[in-house]
Nanobody, 126 residues
Framework: QVHMVESGGGLVQAGGSLRLSCAAS????????MGWFRRAPGKEREFVAA????????YYADSVKGRFTISRDNLKNTVYLQMNSLKPEDTAVYYC???????????????????WGQGTQVTVSS
């Protein structure tokens, strides 16, 4: 079992920055890949970014590449999503997820992830 709690969401103006955190507990955090996904109002949940167990591999959706950075601190059992140059279209509920079957790479497919956080709201005003 893996339990995760996201934090760091909020309201920010376009062009601003936020850093999301996801604190995990349960299984050994350093042994599995992590991802961030988001669900915008009226849309399907979509992939944002993912990171392998040791941060050696990171992956991004084209829509956030160059603006968002995923990182992790295995000593703190936490994964982060630094979001810069935010746009109104980044408004969504952001979820972190754990893929406990994968270590050395990370997937963009939601079905590959077996544990999910409760989500944190990010709202970007224009």
């Amino acid at each position: 079992q893996v339990h995760m709690v996201e934090s760091g969401g909020g309201l920010v103006q376009a062009g601003g920055s936020l850093r999301l955190s996801c604190a995990a507990s349960g299984r050994t955090f350093s042994s599995y890949a992590m991802g961030w996904f988001r669900r915008a109002p009226g849309k399907e949940r979509e992939f944002v970014a993912a990171i392998s167990w040791n941060a050696g591999n990171t992956y991004y959706a084209d829509s956030v590449k160059g603006r968002f950075t995923i990182s992790r601190d295995n000593l703190k059992n936490t994964v982060y999503l630094q979001m810069n140059s935010l746009k109104p279209e980044d408004t969504a509920v952001y979820y972190c997820a754990a893929d406990t079957h994968r270590s050395y790479s990370a997937s963009y497919l939601q079905d590959e992830y077996d544990y999910w956080g409760q989500g944190t709201q990010v709202t970007v005003s224009s």
